[in-house]
């Protein structure tokens, strides 16, 4: 029996179109990889994604090293075998197909099975754990937006997979995406499915009847929440009320209920304001007929100093409730299969220090 090799296989699959620097594209969450593969400014999208750059990040995916990865946030390369983890035991035959697309990107390397739209942060809230200020592109900004996202499109043709709109903003708030998604974008991308994360708030009747065109091609809905009761939601995605959120999520509920060839994702990012309502989210999630929870530990992408950071960050062992967290998320509510939860509690060995800096 041969040996079998550990590869992450998300470099292969998925495309990221991020502003910094602006036109940047990633073959990962810039978060977890921060080089980018190439700029759609000096060449076209498929050049750039069998270019050198991107066979060197997948190179060091499949021989062990990372050496590109950011080891401190993504949350696979310490669990790897985590849900919807893209790391993955290969036998031999399937990693020399991971070799070959390495070093013959042109005859061996599939188009992008997802292409993440991230390069637009307008939103309708300020969430803390996100950003400072609401945001929303200018007129100027917007023209650029359209002509980015079809550059990309367009050089992939028939070959197109998932659109994932937004990780960055609100598809519903941001106007750049909203026209993106109630264009001609079904007739002149026929294959194209859509992945949607929203907070919600401006997930209506009436704007879900205006994507009429996109039925049956939606295959993830997803809705990040942060907050499993009142007092924690409103802090954590301030604006947004709390009553509002459940009549938005009544309707998507229906949406959801309507519609089985779609999943309903809940995402919730624990912090110390709101570890407490995780099991009161459950239960509302399972109201709402999700298929996955995801409970995922809170980053510091620059809105937080770094003693603010500590204050919040549950999985640091050296957070004054940190054991009581421990024990909260021992409880077998949590074994259900719809929970999905990143490696809050370190190895004994990591202990011995906080990695919340």
């Not at 090293?65 to 290969?90: H, L, N, T, W």
């Not at 950003?131 to 028939?158: C, G, P, W």
């Amino acid at each position: 029996m041969s040996k079998k090799k550990r590869i992450c296989t998300k470099p292969f699959e998925w495309m990221e179109l991020f502003n910094e620097p602006e036109g940047a594209l990633y073959a990962c969450c810039p978060g977890w990889l921060p080089t980018p593969i190439g700029n759609i400014n000096n060449a076209d999208a498929k050049t750039i994604w069998q270019g050198q750059m991107a066979s060197e990040i997948r190179q060091s995916v499949i021989d062990g090293s990372f050496k590109y990865c950011s080891k401190d946030f993504c949350p696979y390369v310490s669990d790897p075998f985590a849900p919807e983890s893209p790391i993955k035991d290969v036998d031999e035959i399937e990693y020399q197909e991971y070799q070959l697309a390495v070093s013959q990107p042109e005859l061996y390397l599939p188009s992008p099975k997802t292409i993440n739209c991230a390069y637009d942060r307008s939103c309708n809230l300020q969430c803390p754990s996100c950003r400072t200020e609401i945001m929303q592109a200018s007129k100027a900004e917007r023209e650029e937006y359209n002509a980015l996202i079809h550059d990309v499109l367009d050089v992939f043709a028939d070959d197109l997979g998932t659109l994932y709109v937004t990780g960055s903003g609100d598809p519903f708030a941001s106007r750049h995406y909203w026209e993106l998604l109630t264009s001609d974008i079904a007739e002149r991308y026929p294959k194209l499915k859509y992945r949607l994360h929203s907070n919600a708030i401006m997930f209506t009747p009436a704007r879900w009847e205006k994507l009429a065109q996109l039925d049956g091609k939606v295959s993830l809905i997803e809705i990040s929440i942060d907050g499993g009761r009142r007092d924690s939601y409103e802090i954590n995605r301030y604006p947004a009320k709390w009553d509002e959120l459940m009549m938005r999520m009544d309707f998507i509920a229906s949406v959801r209920a309507q519609h089985p060839e779609m999943q309903l994702k809940i995402n919730y990012v624990v912090q110390a304001n709101n570890w407490r309502d995780m099991k009161p989210l459950v239960g509302l999630a399972k109201k709402w007929g999700a298929d996955i929870v995801k409970f995922s530990k809170i980053n510091n992408w620059g809105t937080y100093t770094p003693s603010e950071y500590r204050k919040i960050c549950m999985h640091d062992p050296l957070h004054p409730d940190f054991e009581a967290f421990r024990e909260y998320i021992t409880d077998t509510l949590f074994d259900d299969s719809m929970i999905m939860m990143d490696d809050f509690i370190p190895e004994a060995s990591q202990l011995i220090a906080s990695d919340c800096i």
